[in-house]
């Protein structure tokens, strides 16, 4: 086998060629169109009974095709090897001809790019922290209760206010003439909540149970009917009744209601400080372990290898495509993506790989089976059967590798932590969660 | 004999086993041709058309078969075929197509 590399003057991608013998190629070739000639049909020759050199005048190209990706993969990587390359994802191949006894083939390659690692204390991460305060929980448990809430009829004299819901009938006219869909009975509205046109709601304030009353509303120019656009209607509005927001009382029944054995607010107060902590420590870590990340990327400028890039934004495509699907979208109907679109992502998640990859080369950072015990019970621990779960990681050998693939990520986030200067920032407990939320 | 009429007289290769191994074994290829083609015809039109020598030709008139269709007697067509020996050391090649 004759090799040349051709190394470049700058960045990563190298030329490779390559001249290897095809004796191999030659066999393999033979031996596929002995199997096929046992199977393929042609006119004129009963089934196996068509000469060899016919068979090969028709299908000898294709076969030499099919298989020459293997052979160029295999000459490619036996290639690297002798040279000493360890190539970034797949090669490019250019120019392949077939010559009698001899393959010749030029590539295109990228080799990974050599990191210098900054020292950590010279990496400045913003690291938040948070706690769950009292006031926290207090609110926790006042959104439970809304969650909880029910209507309750009020009598004659409560008036229709911000916040109170109403049972109405109502029949909408423009210029005295009923039109379609502006008609309806027995309707409940809650006043404030914004879900008919502007000044709809407005003109039920202060209206009792039992009144009628007609208001005039204007359509907003972009109502979704043609003929209603920017036209002001009357609405004749009969109020059956107004409700006021009844929060269920905190007592025992109520905690009971939440799974809560013993019914008394210590309890509850615990379980519900208990779920937020964790919640906080989860969403916390992941902040935490990003923001080092981010830092320890922009401090390190290296060149990706292209073709990494490529692959990675190939594979974002397709997941961000499988999740268009699952969330319903058909399939011919997909908006026509290139990988183009998260190419700079890709690029980024690259360099980050790489970069961590050496990271924990470095500092030999190991996932101990101590550590993974622990990862695991603790995974199992926020379900009903933590046997069952621990018993499925121990029988997924995937699983554990994806769990210790979480682990050293997060001692690495650890290390950086541990010796970058860290400036730390005070957040509020809804401020946390909620912006990992949306 | 006009250059027309020559390239009338072939009507295609007649591809088959035998046919294949008498290609391979003794350069002979057999060609289907018009009911009327004469063998000084068939001569001229394989050496001008493929651009060969041609030793010889031999040539057969192959009845078509007698068959009943919905009780009917009828006969299919039969067909005329050449056998054509070439030079020593000649050779056509009807698949790759030229």
């Known amino acids: 086998m004759q090799v040349s590399v051709e190394k470049p003057e700058q960045g990563l991608e190298h030329k490779i060629s ?7 190629f030659d066999a393999k070739v033979e031996k596929r169109l002995n199997e096929m000639r046992r199977t393929v049909k042609m006119d004129g020759f009963r089934p196996g009974k068509v000469p060899m050199n016919m068979l090969k005048k028709r299908y000898l190209p294709q076969v030499q095709q099919e298989l020459l990706g293997e052979a160029l993969h295999y000459a490619f990587f036996d290639a690297m090897d002798k040279e000493g390359y360890n190539p970034a994802g797949y090669p490019a191949f250019d120019d392949v001809k077939l010559e009698k006894g001899e393959i010749k083939f030029e ?45 309750k009829p009020q009598g004659e004299e409560q008036a229709a206010e911000n916040g109170t819901q109403v049972i109405i009938d109502f029949v909408g006219k423009l210029d005295g003439v009923e039109f379609d869909g502006g008609k309806a009975e027995n309707v409940p509205l809650e006043l404030g909540s914004g879900r008919m046109i502007p000044g709809f709601e407005d003109g039920i304030v202060g209206m ?20 209603l656009k920017g036209k002001t209607a009357q609405f004749d509005i009969t109020v059956h009744s107004v409700q006021t927001k009844q929060l269920p009382a905190l007592d025992e029944e109520f905690i009971k209601s939440f799974g809560i054995e013993d019914g008394t607010i210590d309890t509850m107060r615990k379980e519900i400080r208990d779920n937020m902590e964790r919640e906080l420590k989860r969403t916390l870590d992941a902040q935490n372990r990003q923001a080092a990340f981010d830092a320890l990327e922009k401090s390190i400028e290296i060149d ?16 961000y495509m499988k999740r268009l699907e699952q969330q319903g979208m058909p399939k011919g109907q997909m908006p026509g993506l290139t990988a183009d679109i998260f190419s700079e992502e890709a690029k980024k ?14 500092h030999d950072i190991k996932a101990s089976e101590a550590d993974l015990d622990a990862f695991v019970a603790e995974q199992a621990s926020a379900y009903e059967e933590p046997e069952e779960i621990k018993q499925w990681y121990k029988e997924n050998p995937q699983r ?21 200067k860290v400036a730390e920032v005070t957040k509020a407990f809804d401020e946390i969660v909620s912006s990992s939320a949306a | 004999m006009s250059q027309e009429r020559l390239l009338k007289v072939l009507l295609a290769p007649h591809v088959s086993e035998k046919s294949s191994l008498l290609a391979e ?13 004469t063998k ?59």
């Open chain 1, 18 to 24: 390559v001249t290897f013998p095809s004796n191999d």
């Open chain 1, 349 to 362: 998640r690259v360099k980050l790989g790489l970069v961590i990859g050496d990271v924990i080369k470095a």
């Open chain 1, 107 to 151: 590539a295109r390659f990228d080799v990974y790019p050599t990191i210098t690692l900054p020292a950590f204390d010279s990496i400045e991460i913003e690291k938040t922290v948070a706690e769950v305060k009292e006031e926290d929980v207090d609110k926790m448990i006042q959104r439970l209760q809304e969650q909880r809430s029910a209507w």
């Open chain 2, 25 to 37: 074994s003794q350069s002979q290829y057999v060609f289907k041709v018009t009911p009327d083609a």
């Open chain 1, 400 to 420: 554990l590798n994806e769990a210790r693939a979480v682990i050293t990520e997060s001692a690495v986030a650890k290390k950086i932590m541990s010796e970058a």
């Open chain 1, 208 to 227: 009792k149970k039992g009144e009628m009353k007609t208001i005039e509303v204007t359509f907003p120019e972009q109502y979704q009917a043609e003929h």
């Open chain 2, 40 to 98: 000084q015809e068939v001569k001229l039109a394989v050496e001008s058309l493929f651009n060969v020598k041609v030793q010889s030709v031999n040539v057969l008139n192959q009845k078509g078969k007698r068959k009943i269709f919905k009780g009917r007697q009828g006969v299919r067509s039969g067909s005329r075929k050449a056998v054509v020996r070439l030079m020593a050391g000649q050779e056509l090649d009807f698949v790759s197509g030229e």
């Open chain 1, 304 to 319: 990706v290898p292209k073709s990494l890039v490529a692959q990675e934004a190939e594979t974002m495509l397709e997941n």
